[in-house]
């Protein structure tokens, strides 16, 4: 299928899933995941109307930048390493992946350095697999203290990457729930500095029930570019 058949299905399954659990198309931003994929394709979607889209390699989301219209929004979605924080700030609206809070000083330490704000989520491995990125869900509690002090980076909300489904999405809803519910708990404990207005769930596979379970950003890349190649 091309990019707009591809776009038009998303916009549609987003809708009808906000639509099932009552809410508005509005809270949903979709965030096209473009890695990989040739700067052709991300204007292909940008004519489209799309203006977020997802990388998750700085070399990757630097060399896209400055070949493709201004007023697209990148956000990092992979994981970040250290010694690469600097070279992104400034040039993302919205880093997904901030999995230990040696990358948070990092980041808070670089955007204090440039005179900027970042905005970070903070990723949370719900499977508690040993593969995965992210603080585990009893980790976040015993780190809003450190992330209260932050002067240049500001926590928005929460992301989190659910296990490849075997067989039905529906497997990855008690992930989605737990997320949610981890927001509202960290919410209710009103930390300066940290606010959980986003939450970053669902991929291709998945983002429907991601969005009924209260996504505010879903992240599709082949469900729109199609299959990747070779290594991500
Ligand atoms: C690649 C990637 C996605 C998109 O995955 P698809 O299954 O192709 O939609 C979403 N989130 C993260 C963190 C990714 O690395």
């Known amino acids: 299928m091309m990019v707009k058949d591809n776009l038009i299905l998303a916009e549609q399954k987003i809708s009808e899933a906000c639509k099932r659990s009552g809410r508005d198309r509005s809270e949903v931003k979709l965030i096209a995941v473009s890695k990989t994929k040739p700067v052709e394709m991300v204007q292909e979607a940008y004519d489209l109307g799309i203006r977020d889209f997802g990388e998750n390699k700085v070399k990757e989301m630097l060399g896209k930048e400055p070949l493709l219209p201004e007023d697209i929004c990148w956000h990092m979605i992979g994981h970040l390493q250290t010694n690469k924080v600097k070279d992104i700030i400034g040039k993302t609206v919205l880093i997904h992946s901030i999995d230990s809070i040696k990358l948070s000083d990092t980041i808070d330490f670089a955007a204090r350095k440039a005179k900027q704000t970042v905005n970070g ?81 669902g991929m291709s596979d998945d983002y429907c029930v991601a969005v009924e379970e209260g996504a505010t950003c879903v992240r599709i890349g082949t469900g729109i570019f199609g299959v990747r190649e070779g290594r991500e």
């Open 121 to 201: 989520l903070l990723e949370v491995n719900i499977s508690g697999e040993e593969t995965k990125f992210g603080f585990s869900p009893e980790e976040l509690f015993s780190v809003l203290d450190r992330l209260k002090q932050y002067r240049n980076l500001k926590i928005c909300g929460l992301m989190t990457v659910a296990a490849p489904i075997q067989n039905d999405p529906e497997e990855n809803r008690p992930v989605f729930r737990r997320l949610k519910q981890l927001s509202i708990d960290i919410k209710q404990k009103n930390v300066d500095n940290v606010s959980m207005n986003i939450l970053s769930m």
